[in-house]
């Protein structure tokens, strides 16, 4: 079976093109395709889809369950007791309706750390979306803790091979939560299988300054010790980095995930910093973090707020459209590892098609207007490895999903 | 005629309501009403409309002409030798066009400052929003340019007499813009004919160090010394503002107009400094400023925005989704004077329905999913003065509008 997608305005791209896709990849570009399916594209842009590099799918249940409290009330009274009573079925139910809303807004694969991870497999599966999942890894320096979470990661890697679309990955959670010999395992099944790494790094001050006191070295010097600082690292945040991590960073390829709006949400005290990043040639990608730090799925809302972020301080020429428009594009295709982020022959076909509505009038310059007008609502069509995953912005089972994932979340909080 | 909203689920009030619109105001809000005409908002939340306090509609011809420039040659390059070839068929298509996406995303008023403000105002009336309208008055000191600038305005001033929903206003453009004396003219006609006044005040730090090297007092006792520091005046960016402006503004109960996405893009240096404003008590509205600089006209995005803005650098707790709410309903209403901003018996019928998509689900707090979840294009319904602009995500002419503010757009630009 190949689909084509008719007339097709593709972002970059002078012209109108009719875009060929057989077997999950795009086979052709010209002017006139034929294909068994046809899609048309007539007054939309095609784009590849949007790829979120850090996010905690299952935590859409939480979507306005606490907002605007001070950071450790948040957690303690609120994230953490409501975690402790999740379960495969509140997982699965969360990560249906994040893919719900990461579908419904351009988003074709994404990166994820947190628990029950079977269930997000599962739920990832069903909804043909393509994941790099890691079960969240937290010993606190406990050793019967940490041969457990381990055990759990490896049933977690075996449990995962069933699944071709979906790329296991090691999540150990921090390098406050996780201790030294948890990390190394993780270095070292990371190397041996080739797995990628979710960390979250440096998101707060205090985290960088209670490693400080009980560390002679950098951050990225840790992780350069344990093995953890190569290009298989997606690390989360990275805001409250020192000047040696910039190089490291750069220096071993470490990709970043940015999280722009859950930083400034949470109040970690400063943006990310782009340009050090940017000179020491890093691989910078987006990620929304959690919906109960954000609370959305967003990637085009996602990449407006880095890109004027960046800007406040009087650099009104810093991260520009286009560069927020590869984070979400083509960095994060690279990072994950998806075969897509172009739309070029030979790529992978996760495409997605965009309306040209109000916001996107008159048009003079459409990269920016998709970082800096339009939202992830424009998105008409989102196909995944060639398979139309939403029609005309309808997802298959929508309403079910909607219904019943609402339902799980009033029971996983009603005893809060 | 009557109109009657049934099954409303009205942010902020519990239960399921019918209410009901006769003479353009809410009559009645029961658990059973019936009116003339029916609008079911099963499955939608009802809210008072968004009202914008600081825009320039007809730059929405410029939307992403450029972007990403320092701000000096953006101005000299791009923005001012386009705007001089402005004419009043442009700022019609560009208001229309403007007046189009706000109705879209849930904006019912709106305060304008700009050029060919008949052409404005026409725009306004043919799409049935309220707007409080100013012609940008410039005379750099030069007292030729003074006289024509008060000509041009109290044409305007006269020509407004015809429209009902249309609130004339003064507009002179920003303290380093209009001198003294032209300031004082629109401070004696404001008082005179109880007009709001639109004014730039401290976007930037050069705005602030200039005004200082020429003046003795700070920019606050200068506007009072003027007689514009009243209740009347709305102070759009605020940003650069000193100790004693804070006390200044609160106490003499100046309007602020915040407008985060225009700042931080621009890169005017830091975020507007909304806690001691509020320590002020200051009525603080929101603001998109053009679609040059911000680039859309969403107020729920700018809402989002401000709000995480303020949580930034450390204080998770500021601007919660309630205040950003009131911002943009109950503070722009009494701003702009529109008589709703609240959905009550009594109040101006200018209410949207906003339809529970997936960024709503599961629902624990509907302001804070609005807020910061949800965005403009979740608006279906549209209600301004009990008239409906916008059903079911329609509005009459759009693509009309669409397609010629297009080509206006197109042909302002030819030349440059």
Redesign the interface.
Known sequence: MSLVIKNADIIGKDGIWDVLIEGGKISSISEDEDGDEVLDAEGKYLSPGFVNTHTHAAM??????A?????QR?LQEKIWPVEGRLNEDYVYWGTK?AC??MI?TGTVAFSDMYFFMESTAKAVNEMDMKAVLSYGMIDLGDEEKRISEIEKTEEFLEDMEQYSSIQPALGPHAIYTASKEMLGWCAKISADDDLLVNLHVAET?KELNDFKQDHDVSISEYLKEIGLLNERLIAAHSVWLEDEDFVNIGQNKVIVSHNP?S?????????MDHSKLKENDVKITLGTDG?AS?????ML?EA??A???Q????????L??REAYEMITKNGAEALKTGGGVVKEGKAADLILIEK???S??????I??MI???????VTDVIIDGKIVMHNRYVDG?EEI?KT??S???EL?SEN
Do not use: F
């Open positions: 859409s249940l939480l979507r306005g369950y907002d605007d409290m001070p950071l948040w309706l719900l809303e419904k001050e709006t930083n400034m949400k949470l109040g970690v005290g400063k943006p919906c954000n609370n959305n799925l967003d809302e407006k707020i890109a004027i972020q800007k406040m301080p009087g650099y009104p020429t810093r520009p459209a509505n109000v916001s009038v008159p048009g003079h310059n459409p920016s207007d800096y007008s339009m939202s992830g609502s424009d929508e909607m994932a609402k799980k979340a009033m909080v």
